[in-house]
């Protein structure tokens, strides 16, 4: 395309990861708006670093969702599952009382898109269309839940062999879900050759407009258990507690040591006006009359020779 143009377009296959959090109009209805601002940048932050460890890249966020791209398909799976653990770990709350925590649903698609490039105030913006981005959507909105994830591949057929133990840090169960027109025939040959992964078929229809497409749904087991809330007391007042004694000295040993250090003297520590008003002003000589000051030396002019 010529360069004249703001738009740029090719094609690629990339991982587009969906997060959305779960009930957030609640969230804005019923807290303030900074608090909830507040939110959304500590939940951001948390996905930006997340994202990094696995070469991923924050496209944009829309209100409180985000959408990522990944190169690879197992690197936007590992983000999925380090993003929820660590929201499960380590929870956002929402509440004074500690009993709300932040909820989230995660779902990606990998497959070929359209990478388009805008040019915005002499910068290019990057973004993605195609089917495998609408595809993402419905598995992060219709498929995933609160405590794990779900994804599909687009124009590709992966065996569910290769899903299992891709993150051996983190312990998963996979299901399959089916949505076909027709869920009469959903026994498929990975079904038979691996038993243990459940399988499901549910209409097309309910991923409005996607088409048929086989989904796998991650649900997180074992987790360790959730950060306990610091407690608050009903009416708190500052109380103060003494420090060990070990502290103490250590914090009194540092006073001493710094007490000891000799400090160099100021140079005008010496010129103090008590020095100045005991000398006699008969005795205050002034500088040109110790040294008088020599003439100036004035060359004499040059003298034409005749």
């Given at each position: 395309m010529s360069k004249d143009n703001k738009t740029r377009s090719k094609l690629v296959e990339r991982a587009i990861v969906f997060t959305d959090i779960e009930s957030s109009s609640e969230l804005w209805s019923s807290h303030d708006q900074t608090f909830v601002m507040h939110i959304l940048n500590k939940h951001n932050d948390i996905i930006r670093d997340i994202a990094k460890?696995?070469?991923?890249?924050?496209?944009?966020?829309s209100?409180?969702?985000?959408?990522?791209s990944f190169r690879q398909w197992k690197s936007a799976f590992r983000f999925c599952l380090h993003y929820q653990q660590c929201m499960e770990q380590m929870p956002i709350w929402i509440d004074e009382q500690f009993t709300k925590r932040l909820k989230v649903r995660v779902g990606f698609c990998y497959g070929q898109v359209t990478k388009q490039y805008h040019l915005?105030?002499?910068?290019?913006?990057?973004?993605y269309f195609g089917s495998a981005v609408n595809k993402a959507s419905r598995m992060e909105s219709k498929v995933s839940t609160t405590n794990g994830f779900a994804f599909c591949f687009h124009g590709n057929k992966k065996d569910p062999k290769h899903l299992e133990n891709l993150d051996p840090k983190i312990q998963y169960q996979i299901e399959m879900v089916h949505f076909r027109n027709d869920c009469s025939n959903q026994v498929t040959r990975s079904q038979k050759v691996l038993n243990t992964i459940q399988q499901h078929c549910h209409s097309a229809s309910d991923l409005k407009g996607v088409g048929e497409v086989t989904a796998y749904k991650v649900t997180l087991v074992n987790t360790p258990k959730v950060v306990e809330p610091p407690t608050l007391t009903p009416n708190p007042e500052i109380v103060y507690t003494e420090p060990p004694k070990d502290i103490i000295k250590d914090n009194i040993k540092k006073l001493k040591k710094l007490s000891r250090r000799k400090r160099s003297p100021s140079p005008l520590a010496k010129r103090t006006p008590s020095t100045f008003?005991?000398?006699?002003?008969?005795?205050?000589v002034s500088q040109s009359q110790k040294e008088p000051i020599p003439e100036r030396m004035v060359p004499e002019p040059k003298q034409k020779q005749k």
């Open positions: 460890l696995f070469k991923g890249k924050l496209l944009k966020t209100g409180d969702s985000c959408m990522l915005i105030q002499n910068n290019w913006l990057v973004d008003r005991q000398v006699d002003p008969e005795q205050r």
